[in-house]
């Protein structure tokens, strides 16, 4: 910006002084003389032009001649830019079809148009000699109607709604009182109603009927000026439902299409859960489903809870899995033995092998030798772990290389510990009971696949889990174990559909709970 202020004036210089051949120029920072050709005619023709500045910064210098002459042009400029801007043509819209108003009401008159938003649409036929007007409208002498309870709702209240006299409706409820509370029906009950001729504000309540158990079936119905009840006992059929199938690719679905209730189902997996790991289920298994089931002569249906699971397997038991006890818990018929006392090596997985025993070793991961402090047990992941003997919850939490860890206080210094589980099925302080499922087999912590690393400490310190033999008080009481056998066998002779049969006509298994 310098230098080129500097030729500007020296410029000037030139014309004044014609004479000069040389030009005073700075070059690398010193004043030197540079022979100068002589500038062409623009050259001179700009020079002598005078030096306006247009484009004067307006901060500076502000309400000198420059600084205006800089707001001018500022301002001039800036109204050419408006003056520049495009303009907007407004368009006439041409409609798509012209109509006429006769075609416009023929159009609207196909429209459909909610009635609830007062659409009165439909073409509207002028009178014409066969359409009488009438001075009032008939009154129909009887109306019929079914009217669904809701919940927290009552019985008088509805009644009067559909149009009853409120002393009908007070004198319905007091009869159907009579036969069962009117808190006992429940939201949802169907009530038909029929009512008759209109009287002052209402109707007279000709008929009522509805279902409010069950079991029962209740009847108003107007004889000679008054209401009469009449109640229906209705006979119930307490055979319950057996439902067997092939596992298919999921059992769940097969088990859906074959008409399992979805609760009952769900307490099926789970009782299977416990037992057996689901992962193995094939599609070849069969499955085999018992529970509650109520029907009433009125084709009412109840399911209720799951009493038996069985999973078999080429026709051999898998699982037969059966309710005992108060807390209802599922047991399997194959595991159920007489209670004994018994002192033996337990293992807390099934069928399981020892893969890696106890004492020095040297760690696949770690990759030096130390205490192998357990035993690893080879199980599928999934596989349920049980507990050895009766204990105490003293850890169910993740813990280091063990993984997913649980540990099991079980009294005169003895504990056992169990790594690597995919998933815990107790909570720290919890009781358990030998043979309870404590977790699932699986490979959390360091650990190169699934399997159970099973440890058992004697005082604090590990001990061989192989030498060491818990003392469990195994199976039920005699009692108990005839009981639950009887029931068992008692189960399994229901027919798969027998409860679907005529009511009363099937094999009567009858009240089983
Ligand atoms: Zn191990």
């Not at 540079?34 to 023709?45: K, M, N, S």
Request: charge should be positive; include cysteine.
């Amino acid at each position: 910006m310098l230098w080129s202020r500097i030729e500007v004036e020296q410029a000037v210089v030139w014309r004044e002084g014609a004479a000069a051949s040389m030009h005073l120029r700075m070059l690398t920072g010193d004043w030197v003389l540079v022979p100068e050709t002589p500038p062409g005619r623009w050259a001179r023709l700009r020079a002598r032009l005078p030096r306006v500045d247009f484009a004067h910064d307006l901060s500076e210098d502000i309400g000198t001649l420059r600084w205006w002459r800089g707001l001018a042009v500022m301002v001039a400029l800036i109204l050419a830019a408006l003056g520049m801007l495009p303009g907007h043509i407004l368009l006439d819209p041409a409609p798509a079809m012209r109509l006429d108003a006769a075609a416009q009401e023929e159009f609207r008159s196909q429209m459909i148009a909610p009635l609830a938003t007062g659409g009165d649409s439909g073409r509207h036929m002028g009178a014409t000699r066969l359409a009488l007007a009438t001075s009032s409208a008939p009154d129909r002498a009887r109306v019929q109607m079914v009217a669904t309870l809701a919940p927290g709702d009552s019985l008088g209240r509805l009644l009067q709604r559909a149009g009853a006299l409120s002393g009908d409706a007070a004198r319905a409820s007091e009869l159907v009182a009579g036969a069962v509370p009117l808190s006992d029906i429940a939201g949802g009950t169907r009530l038909d109603i029929v009512l008759g001729a209109r009287a002052g504000e209402g109707r007279a309540l000709e008929r009522l009927a509805l279902r409010p158990r069950f079991d029962l079936d209740l009847l108003l119905s107007r004889k000679a000026g008054a209401l009469g009840l009449e109640t229906h006992a209705l006979a119930v059929d307490q055979t319950p439902l057996r439902i067997r199938g092939l596992a298919g690719p999921s059992l769940y679905r097969s088990a859906r299409a074959a008409g399992a209730p979805v609760r009952a189902l769900q307490q099926y997996l789970q009782a299977l859960d416990a037992h057996i790991s689901l992962d193995e289920i094939q599609p070849t298994d069969s499955f085999d489903l018992i529970l509650t089931y109520r029907r009433s002569a009125g084709g009412s249906v109840e399911a209720g809870d799951l009493l038996y699971a069985g999973l078999e397997r080429g026709g051999e038991p898998r699982a037969r899995l059966m309710r005992c006890g108060s807390a209802g818990q599922f047991y399997d018929a194959s595991g159920m033995n007489e209670q004994r006392a018994t002192s033996s090596l337990m293992m807390p997985v099934a069928s399981a092998r020892v893969t890696s025993g106890f004492g020095m070793r040297f760690h696949p991961i770690l990759g030096y030798s130390r205490l192998h402090a357990g035993i690893d047990l080879g199980a599928p992941y999934g596989s349920p772990i049980y507990a050895v003997a009766d204990g105490t919850v003293a850890w169910a939490a993740p813990h280091g290389g063990h993984g997913n860890y649980v540990r099991l206080e079980h009294g005169n210094g003895f504990a056992t510990g169990y790594g690597h589980m995919s998933r815990f099925a107790v909570s720290p302080g919890m009781m358990v009971h030998a043979g309870q499922v404590i977790g699932y087999v699986g490979s959390t912590g360091l650990s190169t696949g699934p399997h159970l690393h099973y440890e058992v400490y004697e005082g604090g310190r590990p001990v061989d889990p192989m030498s060491v033999h818990f003392t469990v008080r195994s199976g039920v009481s005699s009692g108990e174990m005839v009981a639950f056998k009887a029931k068992l066998a008692k189960l399994l002779l229901v027919r798969p559909g027998a409860a679907l049969g005529r009511i009363g006509g099937g094999s009567d298994l009858a009240p089983l709970r």
